[in-house]
């Protein structure tokens, strides 16, 4: 792909990567600041789970929908129509867990010229060498296509990523910074101090430059880079 941010350790390049980071956590939340995240509620003590049981249903069956619905759309081979259904979905339904929020994120990136990103799932490695699964989906930038590419994807592969990669979480409010600094954020997923933290490649959706185009006419407010 393009890269169409400056990868040079210069102050330009950093200062114009912060920007658009900046950007595009501003359209983003401008837009979805009132999306409920049904796995959020996990974490909610008992007798306030037992209290929103209602709400926590309703929210759980439109995620069913919406995940259903953003199948189909994959299986009929719409290009165009599985990203305006995942961002009118989003939109219409206020609904979606860290997947649908990386992978919207990640759509908005592309809509505004940033190429070089993509999502994955995280897990940890502890000291033994043994790896689980975090369950929790984030928006990398710059790895490597040695480690990100068809082949790795399809097989969905596990991987170190540099400490310096640079991360964006919609889910956990927008929180945008290196893995070295992501460490005591993702504790709030289990990460250990003594463990690593790896990348898991997902095969997921890719925007061609023609899906690109429509989707930066159908979502006006979406775009901060003409």
């Given at each position: ?15 114009a990567?912060?920007k658009?980071?900046?950007?595009v956590?501003?359209?983003?939340f401008?837009?979805f600041?009132d ?10 003590p ?5 209290e ?13 929908v919406?995940?259903?619905l953003?199948?189909t759309?994959y299986?009929?081979?719409?290009n165009?129509?599985?990203?305006r259904?995942?961002?009118?979905m ?7 867990n860290c997947?649908?929020?990386a ?8 809509m505004n ?13 502890s ?12 928006i990398?930038?710059k790895?490597?296509?040695?480690k990100?590419n068809?082949?790795?994807?399809r097989?969905a592969?596990?991987f170190?990523p540099?400490?310096?990669?640079q ?7 927008g ?16 990460l250990?101090p003594?463990?690593k933290?790896l990348f898991?490649?997902?095969?997921t959706?890719?925007?061609?430059i ?10 006006p407010?979406l775009?901060?880079?003409?």
């Amino acid at each position: 792909m393009i890269n169409n941010i400056q990868t040079q350790s210069t102050f330009t390049g950093k200062s114009a990567f912060k920007k658009n980071i900046k950007q595009v956590k501003k359209v983003f939340f401008s837009e979805f600041a009132d999306v409920k995240k049904p796995a959020s509620y996990s974490s909610l003590p008992m007798q306030r789970r037992l209290e929103m049981a209602d709400d926590i249903k309703e929210a759980n069956m439109l995620l069913a929908v919406i995940r259903e619905l953003q199948k189909t759309a994959y299986e009929e081979g719409g290009n165009f129509e599985i990203f305006r259904r995942l961002i009118g979905m989003l939109k219409t339904f206020k609904i979606g867990n860290c997947a649908e929020l990386a992978e919207t994120g990640k759509t908005i990136c592309k809509m505004n010229k940033m190429n070089n990103c993509d999502i994955f799932t995280l897990h940890a490695k502890s000291a033994d060498g043994s790896i689980r699964v975090l369950d929790h989906t984030i928006i990398a930038f710059k790895v490597p296509k040695s480690k990100n590419n068809t082949i790795t994807k399809r097989n969905a592969v596990i991987f170190e990523p540099s400490p310096d990669t640079q991360i964006l979480d919609f889910y956990m409010n927008g929180f945008s910074g290196n893995v070295r600094q992501a460490r005591k954020i993702y504790a709030a997923f289990g990460l250990k101090p003594d463990e690593k933290l790896l990348f898991k490649t997902e095969n997921t959706y890719e925007p061609d430059i023609n899906t690109i185009e429509k989707l930066r006419k159908e979502f006006p407010n979406l775009i901060f880079n003409k």
